[in-house]
């Protein structure tokens, strides 16, 4: 099973002890209908972890993600085992909406998150 998202907005940032790649999709009024938010832990205290959370449910990828792929305006997650937390999706589908300011997120935040997971693609 394959989990589809849709986003508009895209948008990266780092913080004294994370790395975030926010992907989000908003409502005309500019409110976020729904979200996916790619984390990587850093720091002494931390083990280089990275976090999945999607829509307030947050799930730990470090050992779930096995393979990243970037392809255009998607990216895609493949999983390691089914994700209770997606009804059992063993990949998760990103697709964004490709203008200058997106992709430019996308590749800054995708290599620096998810940069050890990269496989194939078209990055």
Do not use: W
């Not at 009024?29 to 280089?48: H, K, P, T, V």
């Not at 493949?78 to 997606?86: D, F, G, I, M």
Request: charged residues 30%; aromatic residues 8%.
């Amino acid at each position: 099973m394959t989990e589809n998202r849709y986003y508009d907005t895209v948008a990266f940032d780092v913080r004294n002890d994370a790395m975030i790649l926010f992907f989000a999709k908003t409502r005309k009024s500019g409110d976020i209908e729904e979200y996916l938010l790619l984390m990587r832990a850093d720091g002494e205290d931390f083990d280089d972890a990275i976090y999945i959370e999607m829509n307030e449910n947050e799930f730990v990828g470090h050992d779930l993600i096995m393979e990243a792929r970037m392809s255009g305006g998607m990216l895609t997650l493949q999983l390691r085992e089914p994700a209770a937390e997606l009804n059992g999706a063993i990949e998760i589908v990103v697709a964004y909406e490709n203008n200058d300011e997106n992709r430019a997120s996308v590749e800054t935040g995708v290599f620096r998150i998810l940069g050890d997971r990269l496989e194939g693609g078209h990055a």
